[in-house]
């Protein structure tokens, strides 16, 4: 009997491939859709080239860190959060998990708006996917996701390697189109951004880009928080490296092309997805209905491998005792019930909260990015922690420039996102009260009240930036 469970066990295991498809599948979703009008909006192709250098670097480095925290610490699994806990404590992987789980769910929400914008173009009522008509299918379409992901994890992930193939072949085709149809003339009047053609200049441009570049590498980790999955421990970091150098080339394709189209200040004003109206301008309106069936592909499969990432957080963080035992229901199909549960109702609370946004997508993008930054920061910081030995050299390196990367990020992500992060995190600190009560210990030690206290104080600030419109959304 124990032979046929471990035989059957394995069956469920996931290979190479697969892994790999999580990782681009997570990777390749809203992001590169809305790449042109979004970097356009910030730099130029000088700016571009400089953002996609220090963002595909510093990602690269957080992919290796990855890569051999994997292969140091196989036995911690759902990556993000439990390298958190293992390297500072119960608090700060509550933390990263809450935030990671929250970021995806943020996440989640602007694919729903960017369809329901790209739909808007035929459909007005659907105006730019925060109208209610919008709000309410895309509702509709969280709920039947759910009861598909409730079928179980195998099925979902085999669905979401049809749905990357898919996906990328409109994306691919743009590329080839835009680079054969490029102008010189109009590539090198776009050079510089906004005619300035200072360093510091330069500098703001690319790190107005910041964010952006986050939020299309979110997944980058997606092999990791599935290691529990992988059929061989060193095929999580593999399939990390690679899902991660394939989507920067054609991240980088995409946005930097563009600039041999249209002149930036139109790129700029195009309505999202932006790619759509690139191709338009050089093929005709087939173009915008090609671009904008491909996107409505990559986005349900990319929101189908974040509502799997999500949930596998919470489960996994429950199961570790992390948060409360709720949590840790699952329907005997490897679906971990009630976590998917709450990530349902969290993404469908933020869909109305859009209802009040001038801007949904650019808003919902930009505290995505905001709140993952906190996650991968520890994950960075664990793996320095764990290389100062003298025969990590390697190791220790690529730790400190992730290190230095992810802190850079926090940087130019401002202290608006700051204070808007911490709003989100304080009403989560529930949970981890909750699960201190069910074990019997108080709900916080003494440096995790200065934390806490840190954050509560952050969240104060946030609301009244809200309520005194410093802060919009």
Known sequence: MSTE????AAARKLPLPTLTAMVVGSMVGAGVFSLPRNFAQATGVWGALVAWLVAGFGMLMLAFVFQLLAVRRPELNAGVYAYAKAGFGEFPGFLSAFGYWASACVGNVSYWVLI?????????GLGEGNTLLAVGISAIGVWAFHAMIMRGVKE???INKIVTVAKL????????????????????GNLWGDGRSSAGALFEQVKATMLVTVFVFLGVEGASVYSRYARRRQDVGRATVLGFLSVLALFASVSVLSYGVLPQRELAGIRQPSMAGVLESVVGPWGSAFIGAGLIISVLGAYLAWTLMAAEVLY???????????????????TPVAALLLTSGLITAVLAITLFSDDAFAFTLKLCSSLSLVPYLLAAAYALKISRVPDRGRDLLVAVLAVVYTAFLIFAAGLKFLLLSCVIYAPGMILFVLTRRERGRPAFIRAERALAAVILVGAVAGVVALATRLITI
């Open 169 to 188: 072949i409109p994306i691919l085709l743009f590329v080839i189109i835009i680079a054969v149809s490029l102008r010189g003339g109009v590539f090198a």
């Open 156 to 158: 979902a992930a085999a």
């Open 316 to 334: 996994v963080a429950a199961k570790d005792d992390d948060m409360p035992a709720f949590l840790k229901r699952d329907n005997g199909r490897d």
């Open 116 to 124: 329901k914008s790209t739909l808007g173009g035929v459909v007005p």
């Open 5 to 8: 469970t471990e035989t059957a």
